[in-house]
């Protein structure tokens, strides 16, 4: 069992900035590929992105791509998401989860989800 607690969410105003952190217990965190999802009201969940178990590499959808960076600290069984110039559009509940597979885009490649994080940019 993997239990994972995301951190960092909040209000900011368009432009801003934010860092999600997603704090890891329960496994070998080192050895799984993880990843970042978001859900806005009404909608499906979305890939945002995914570092493999590394960290050496890492992909991107193409909404967020050059404004978030993904990053883990293996040393510290954490992963962040930094997400600069938000966008009213990014306003969602942001979740990380343990990949089966090294960066994989939809959500039942992932085996382990935390409770997500609450994130709203206002215009």
């Known amino acids: 069992q993997v239990r994972l607690v995301e951190s960092g969410g909040g209000l900011v105003q368009a432009g801003g900035s934010l860092r999600l952190s997603c704090a890891a217990s329960g496994r070998t965190f080192s050895s799984y590929p993880m990843g970042w999802f978001r859900q806005a009201p009404g909608k499906e969940r979305e890939f945002v992105s995914a570092?493999?178990?590394?960290?050496?590499?890492?992909y991107y959808a193409d909404s967020v791509k050059g404004r978030f960076t993904i990053s883990r600290d293996n040393a510290k069984d954490t992963m962040y998401l930094q997400m600069n110039s938000l966008k009213p559009e990014d306003t969602a509940v942001y979740y990380c989860a343990v990949g089966r597979v090294y960066l994989a885009i939809t959500p039942n490649e992932y085996e382990y989800w935390g409770q997500g994080t609450q994130v709203t940019v206002s215009a």
């Open positions: 570092i493999n178990s590394s960290g050496g590499r890492t």
